[in-house]
């Protein structure tokens, strides 16, 4: 049984960093990413990363600030998020897939979930 937990988030001010981590167990898993969901908002891409580390993607909204990497050796994927703006406040989930080792950006495409963190991000 695949687990996801993540750790990181919080609260913090605009121009303020923060990190999220998430560390797969129960199974070698691919393409890895992080999703987000502002209240009344659909859940949506934010950054993925594929197996080997060597792919990633990023929604336009957040290049240039987050930096998706991986620890294959750890089952351990984070997102390094700085420049925070006040809408990027949302709960933030990390997936992951067996079935795909490229980037992925569609939801469907992954298997696996976090719990959800969530970043506040005032002004």
């Known amino acids: 049984q695949v687990q996801l937990v993540q750790s990181g988030g919080g609260s913090v001010q605009a121009g303020g960093s923060l990190r999220l981590s998430c560390a797969a167990s129960?199974?070698?898993?691919?393409?890895m990413g992080w999703f987000r969901q502002a209240p009344g908002k659909e859940r949506e891409i934010v950054a993925s990363i594929s197996r080997s580390g060597d792919s990633t993607y990023y929604t336009d909204s957040v290049k240039g600030r987050f930096t998706i990497s991986r620890d294959n050796a750890k089952s351990t994927v984070y997102l390094q998020m700085n420049s925070l703006k006040p809408e990027d406040t949302a709960v933030y989930y990390c997936?992951?897939?067996?079935?795909?080792?490229?980037?992925?950006?569609?939801?469907?495409?992954?298997?696996?979930w976090g719990q959800g963190t969530q970043v506040t991000v005032s002004s």
């Open positions: 997936a992951a897939t067996s079935r795909f080792a490229g980037a992925k950006t569609m939801s469907n495409h992954y298997d696996y």
């Open positions: 129960g199974r070698t898993l691919s393409a």
